[in-house]
């Protein structure tokens, strides 16, 4: 019953942190992309610039939330579980959708 906790070592520590702040980043820039794709999709649908401009807030402060929720959930999942594979595979998943959704910007 004197099962030790592994714990994870300073350099993975480091590096989630490291990582983490990455992620943040890239929230970020992707919010400002699906803003920007969602000025053109309006557009292209027919509707005005304005009503587009208008209509953006609502979407950022969305988005904004659901990035809040996701950065607060990935920050409590990170620090339970640093070091394991489970936790470097998120911050995979994490920067693939975000570089995919930067990209997706950038195609468009």
Same mark, same amino acid.
């Given at each position: 019953?004197?099962?030790? &906790?592994? !714990?994870?070592?300073?350099?993975? *520590?480091?590096? %989630? %942190?490291? *990582?983490? *702040? /990455?992620?943040?980043?890239? %929230? #970020?820039?992707?919010?400002? $992309?699906?803003?920007?794709?969602?000025?053109?999709v309006s557009v292209r649908l027919g509707g005005s610039i304005e009503q587009a401009l208008a209509?953006?807030?609502?979407?950022?402060?969305?988005?904004?939330?659901?990035? #809040?929720v996701v950065m607060i959930g990935t920050t409590e999942y990170h620090f339970k579980h640093a070091?394991?594979?489970?936790?470097? !595979? #998120?911050?995979?998943?994490? /920067? $693939?959708?975000? &570089?995919? /959704?930067?990209? #997706?910007?950038? /195609?468009?």
């Open positions: 019953m004197d099962e030790q &906790i592994a !714990r994870p070592s300073t350099r993975s *520590l480091v590096l %989630a %942190a490291v *990582l983490w *702040l /990455i992620t943040f980043g890239l %929230a #970020l820039n992707a919010i400002y $992309a699906l803003k920007e794709i969602y000025y053109l209509s953006a807030f609502g979407l950022v402060w969305c988005l904004g939330f659901v990035g #809040l070091g394991q594979p489970k936790s470097w !595979r #998120l911050f995979a998943w994490t /920067i $693939a959708v975000e &570089i995919s /959704i930067i990209l #997706l910007y950038y /195609i468009l």
